[in-house]
């Protein structure tokens, strides 16, 4: 248990949250909506400090990363707890349970075990990631210097709806971000996530503009965000706002946690979201959740040729080189150092 960051003290003992856009004012003995930040005795301590409720070895390409450092390992972890109730969560048992928790479940994995486990698994990245990381900030701004005077990356893998403050405090450390852009209605993001869509917005924005590099998700749900006006509008938001190179995953729904009743995600409407991402002129746009599909691989935006080919999670050929295409010399964005063999290429 340790002290939280980015809180104000009130009056009777009272204390106000400023680490996501909940801003949430929490009374004495009591916790945030992300049920792991308590309040005692007007001082607010994270209760999920240095315990790990996963910790992994992942392929990048499982975060998703497709332009950052593709075909590397990148050692993952997570504590219990969230800020957003999502009625879809794939990871529900430990994110959507922390209100009942007194003591916070977890192996004891203090930020130098976490960076010293990364740099024995040959792991170019850690990645924040399972849960919302942003509830363990703390935990994982300390992993984070420590991983910097490493040479190992951070990556956050995120539902975006954290504070302006907690970006700015983070960018010197923040090497890259994977947002979940989960729809582009309130009315989605109120009555599915129990949040709201502007903050989410914002803090795309604020990403792009202090250098970090953003990945944007979305899994398209049947009946919920999948027309095809609101994914034009998500694909000119990207575009628009964040810039051509920004990639965008797009992610087919499998019936999940509390939405069991509605059908999987028609092959054809991903792969009409990706026409329509590719027709906005959005560089890159991939398919999730759909083994061996086109969309898994990274195709030149100038010429189309096939520069990195994917099966799942497995980067089986990177032809980038200098990270430029070999066949036309157009430039392609991000870090692209890792070829499949884990040898880097700089």
Known sequence: MNEAMLYKKLEDKKVKCGLCSHGCTIADGKRGICGVRENRKGTLYSLVYGKAIAAHIDP???KPFFNYLPGSKSFSIATTGCNF???FCQNWQISQKADSYKEMPGEN???EDVVRLAKENNCESIAYTYTEPTIFFEYAYD????AKKEGIANL????????????RIYKKYLNAANVDLKAFTDR???EICSASLEPVLNSLRLMKKLGIWVEVTTLVIPTLND????LRQIAEFIKNELGNETPWHISRFYPHYRLKNLPQTDIETIHRAREIGLDTGLRYVYTGNIPGDIGENTYCYNCNELLIKRYLFTVYENRIEDSKCPNCGAKIDGRLLVDIEGLIKK
């Not at 992993?143 to 420590?146: E, G, W």
């Open 227 to 230: 027309s095809m006006d609101e």
């Open 85 to 87: 109730r999502c009625k």
């Open 188 to 190: 989605f993001y109120g």
């Open 156 to 167: 956050y893998v995120t539902n975006g709806f954290m504070s302006e403050e907690m970006l």
């Open 60 to 62: 990048i390409e499982k």
């Open 143 to 146: 992993t984070s210097i420590l």
């Open 109 to 111: 994995l203090p930020p």
